[in-house]
């Protein structure tokens, strides 16, 4: 095989380093019988060896780590071909599952990048087999080794989750035979209350941004987080969602603005006075042209990864012992419209959630007592004025019989 696979008979083929696997195709080797085929749509350095080599009886070599996967043994020399069986393991199948979540179901790389560790963190446990062996006893004993890791409900509900997505991206694209997902039952969640901020914590979180300079001079890092905080606060926007924005996003007439939101769908959201008077105070402080409506001091689109700092160091000095995040603040608009009587499915709208179960799940169970014999002493009354002048007026005697 030449300088491709060197010293391929003292070492296994697992070990081969894949710079020495160059593009090109073998079709024969002094040694039985390697074959080399380039299997990647992409151009991309994937290869099979289908071969017979001594002291390995199943040598495999496959993916886009060059690690020795998915091989089948042969005595004879033919190239791959389509009709050929290829056990695909699901490591291999990772790669065209990250594009399929991102072409087909507009998933975010954020995750994206979740589904990904997911699926790296299963088969950590239960190796790398072909995604056509996996079946209920590999989940059965996942779920058993998650609970030896004292690991919670919602981690391995996750993984679970992520894994169902790869079989059936396993079963309707490359119409593989696998296990039916209906099978494989992912731990109940227990609910997590929802944590929001009181109108108090509020005031005092905000209160708590810096706004100015030890000069005196307004810090324009301060007026920006202060009108992505009223912003948030405002519209229930998701962090990603906010932080996507540009400056003619917002109509100032309408006092709203329309967003692609979470699973790409377009929505309306909708701003009130006070969170557009902040933007504008931050807005009159930018001396650049960049579109975005939340930047950096280097004029570069705010990120999540620098924005949570921001709420750590403010929660901090607002003596907060909440851990006050984003997507908290999203919670805490939720519930003050709902606590001023909006109706759910309004909430459910602004909110963007595409089901009203996913909104009544996390916001019907927060009202208190008290807020509930208020509203059952607003709502319950009965109009009985019509009534009690029917009971004045006596019912006409009947008929005598002539």
Not at 47 to 68: E, I, M, W
Not at 111 to 131: N, S, W
Not at 171 to 199: E, G, M, W
Not at 255 to 272: D, L, M
Request: glycine fraction near 4%.
């Amino acid at each position: 095989m030449g300088s491709a696979l060197p010293d391929v008979r003292q070492r296994p083929l697992l070990y081969v380093p894949a710079p020495h696997i160059q593009r090109f195709v073998v079709r024969a080797a002094p040694h039985k019988t390697v074959d080399l085929s380039s299997r990647s749509p992409e151009s991309a350095l994937r290869v099979c060896v289908v071969g017979s080599l001594p002291g390995h009886r199943n040598p495999v070599l496959c993916g886009v780590t060059y690690r020795a996967r998915n091989m089948k043994t042969s005595t004879t020399s033919k190239p791959m071909t389509n009709e050929e069986p290829v056990d695909l393991t699901i490591m291999a199948l990772v790669p065209g599952f990250c594009e399929y979540m991102t072409a087909e179901r507009h998933l975010s790389p954020k995750t994206i990048r979740g589904y990904h560790e997911a699926v790296r963190f299963f088969v950590k446990l239960m190796d790398d087999i072909p995604i056509t062996a996996l079946r209920l006893p590999h989940v059965i004993t996942f779920k058993s080794r998650m609970s030896q890791r004292h690991a919670g409900e919602s981690r391995i509900a996750s993984i679970l989750n992520a894994v169902k997505c790869l079989l059936v991206y396993a079963r309707d694209i490359h119409q593989l035979s696998v296990l039916d997902i209906t099978s494989i039952k992912a731990p109940r969640v227990p609910r997590r209350n929802v944590v929001y901020l009181s109108p108090d914590e509020v005031r005092l979180f905000t209160e708590a941004i810096p706004l100015r300079a030890w000069s005196g001079k307004a810090r324009r890092s301060g007026h920006c987080f202060r009108a992505l905080v009223e912003t948030l606060l405002a519209t229930g926007m998701r962090i990603t969602e906010a932080l996507s924005l540009d400056r003619e996003s917002i109509d100032r007439v309408r006092q709203e603005a329309v967003i692609i939101g979470k699973g790409n769908k377009q929505r309306t959201v909708f701003f009130t006075e006070r969170a557009l008077e902040w933007v504008d105070r931050y807005l009159a402080l930018r001396t650049d042209s960049k579109p975005a409506l939340f930047v950096s001091l280097n004029n570069t689109r705010l990120t999540i990864d620098a924005v949570e700092p921001m709420f750590r160091r403010t929660r901090r000095w607002a003596g907060l012992d909440k851990a006050v995040t984003p997507h908290m603040l999203r919670h805490t608009a939720a519930t003050n419209l709902l606590r001023n009587g909006c109706p759910i499915g309004h909430i459910k709208e602004i909110l963007g959630h595409e089901n009203l179960m996913t909104t009544c799940r996390y916001y019907l169970g927060i009202l208190d007592k008290v807020e509930t014999k208020r509203a059952h002493a607003r709502f319950s009354q009965i109009d009985v004025q019509a009534g009690s002048v029917m009971a004045d007026n006596p019912a006409p005697p009947p008929p005598t019989p002539s």
